[in-house]
């Protein structure tokens, strides 16, 4: 427990459970947070197997126990806007101070907050983090037109600038040989970036209207992303260039937002178009849509998801203010 930094713990049942249709899909379940219409989003479960979530318009981190069923909130600075956050171990939490210009280490033990600042005021908006093989922290800048780099040992910043204008930086992963792969939101482009000399090389999808927002990427290595704004699910293969798309199951308007890949290499997305949000998987190996889960709380938009390989799970947060967990079949 962490006492001196808690405002008060709060305990709650499940709210909603959506249950699958039949066999082979996933259980979803979701919480109410407990602290009103603040946007909870971009969970991230930790060692111990608490997860841990922003609150984008409440100023907040907080923690859920999936076993008792609490939360709780450690606050931020009124203004901060954080947008997203990653875990190292139980107690060290990063975030992306997303309307104050810098990138937050709180300790979970007693609720100090360290500041690294941006080395350049027109990175006003850290985005995404993401841990590197080395754990180290790469990042988007959205509105700023930057992807960075943040080394731990030094507390360095580096900022690679995007050419275009309007770009907007968005979701961001790193392949096994260390590439950087980040979806170009504003553009139908992915941007890669070799980790060692930092260069920026784009690749253009076949669809002028495409905006890719989210990117994952498989064992195999081959880049996946969603197409907000024309609802398909896209993969690259970088070694040979060539991209393979389908159409998201509820079509053009489907908004396909949030994405993740589990151990078996399935993609999973939500469709924020639908309302109720529909929860969606892909299985790779067949290339075939496997699943189509509706979101009892509605959803309003999922942003962003993470896999938990110890329990075969995804959290998610939503715009209806809760706290979402799909338990994956086997």
Not at 35 to 46: E, F, I, K, L, T
Not at 74 to 91: C, E, F, K, M, R
Not at 310 to 315: D, E, L, Q
Request: aromatic letters at 10%; hydrophobic letters at 40%.
């Amino acid at each position: 427990m962490r006492h001196q930094i808690v405002l008060g713990c709060v305990l709650l049942a499940p709210l909603f459970v959506s249950l699958p249709a039949g066999a082979g899909q996933p259980v979803l379940t979701e919480w109410d947070v407990p602290y009103a219409d603040s946007r909870p989003r971009d969970p991230y479960v930790d060692a111990t197997g608490n997860v841990w979530f922003v609150g984008q318009r409440g100023d907040y981190v907080a923690s859920f126990n999936p076993r008792t069923e609490a939360f709780q909130r450690l606050p931020l600075a009124d203004g901060t806007g954080p947008h997203n956050l990653i875990v190292a171990g139980s107690d060290t939490i990063w975030y992306a101070g997303n309307r104050a210009t810098h990138i937050g280490r709180l300790n979970a033990d007693d609720g100090k907050i360290h500041k690294i600042m941006m080395p350049d005021e027109a990175a006003r908006d850290p985005h995404t983090l993401v841990f590197d093989s080395a754990g180290d922290i790469w990042f988007t800048v959205q509105g700023g037109n930057f992807i960075g780099k943040l080394t731990i040992s030094d507390e360095t910043v580096r900022l690679i600038s995007v050419q275009a204008r309007g770009s907007r930086p968005y979701g961001i992963n790193i392949a096994g040989d260390g590439e950087v792969w980040v979806t170009l939101f504003g553009t139908n482009k992915l941007a890669r970036i070799n980790p060692t000399t930092f260069e920026l090389t784009e690749v253009v999808l076949p669809r002028a209207g495409a905006r890719p927002r989210r990117v994952e990427i498989t064992a195999d290595g081959l880049v996946w992303y969603v197409d907000y704004a024309q609802g398909y699910l896209g993969r690259l293969d970088p070694a040979s260039g060539a991209i393979t798309e389908w159409i998201a199951p509820s079509g053009e308007t489907s908004r396909p937002y949030a994405m993740e890949v589990d151990s078996e290499q399935r993609i999973w997305f939500v469709e924020s178009g639908p309302q109720p949000n529909m929860f969606v998987g892909f299985d790779t190996r067949t290339e075939t849509f496997i699943s189509g889960v509706a979101l009892a709380s509605g959803g309003g938009t999922v942003r962003h998801m993470h896999y938990d390989h110890s329990t075969n799970a995804i959290w998610f947060g939503t715009d209806r203010n809760t706290l979402g967990r799909a338990q994956l079949p086997d």
